[in-house]
Nanobody, 111 residues
């Protein structure tokens, strides 16, 4: 069955960068259409970014536009979320969603 594996979270200072990864080992098409969500402490899950392989299109939440970039590596069945100029408000558990499955989440803490 499909399993999404996330990595790349951690602690970073304000203004720093992180790159999150979401891999779908053995399931190429799962990386074709991938969404990123996050869940800040004490809040609900919110949309962050999306990637659609067929059109190459991306969408971003207003709060991350110009700072976050989503991209795909077909050969690795992996989608990335490059996070630049991170702010304390970006502190959250980050989840990827693909093939109807959620990743396990990876924590990002900005201070």
């Amino acid at each position: 069955h499909v399993q999404l594996v996330e990595s790349g979270g951690g602690s970073v200072h304000t203004g720093g960068s992180l790159r999150l990864s979401c891999a779908a080992p053995g399931y190429t098409t799962c990386s074709y259409n991938m969404l990123w969500y996050r869940e800040p402490p004490g809040k609900g899950r919110e949309f962050v970014a999306s990637f659609v392989h067929s059109s190459g299109s991306t969408e971003y939440a207003d709060s991350v536009k110009g700072r976050f970039t989503v991209s795909q590596d077909n050969a690795k069945n992996t989608v990335y979320l490059q996070m630049n100029n991170v702010q304390p408000a970006d502190t959250a558990m980050y989840y990827c969603l693909g093939c109807g499955k959620w990743g396990q989440g990876t924590q990002v803490t900005v201070s």
